[in-house]
Nanobody, 123 residues
Framework: QVQLVESGGGLVQAGGSLTLSCGLS????????MGWFRQAPGKEREFVAV????????YYADSVKDRFAISRDNAKNTVNLQMNSLKPEDTAVYYC????????????????WGQGTQVTVSS
């Protein structure tokens, strides 16, 4: 059974930084492109970042490009998201999932999402 567990969220002032972590159990993370997604109150879940199998390829949503950095540790079966220069509009619940292309963006592969981790950025 696939289980995704996100952690590392919190309350931070605008301009601050946070590092999110995601652990995957029931599957081997090295077999998947992995992504981060987020859902703000009243909005649909949206793509944030994706990283290729080896970690050499990354792709970001325009809204977070040059501020966020996704990384992976296949030996630990984890994926991280370093978030810098945070803005109030980054406030959301952040989720990780294996990522597959969907149209011009990315979607989660596993139907069972984790509980997510709340990120709140105050102005």
């Amino acid at each position: 059974q696939v289980q995704l567990v996100e952690s590392g969220g919190g309350l931070v002032q605008a301009g601050g930084s946070l590092t999110l972590s995601c652990g995957l159990s029931g599957r081997t993370v090295s077999n998947y492109q992995m992504g981060w997604f987020r859902q703000a109150p009243g909005k649909e879940r949206e793509f944030v970042a994706v990283i290729g199998w080896s970690g050499r390829t990354t792709y970001y949503a325009d809204s977070v490009k040059d501020r966020f950095a996704i990384s992976r540790d296949n030996a630990k079966n984890t994926v991280n998201l370093q978030m810098n220069s945070l803005k109030p509009e980054d406030t959301a619940v952040y989720y990780c999932n294996a990522a597959i292309p969907k149209g011009s963006s990315w979607a989660g592969l596993f139907g069972s999402w984790g509980q997510g981790t709340q990120v709140t950025v105050s102005s």
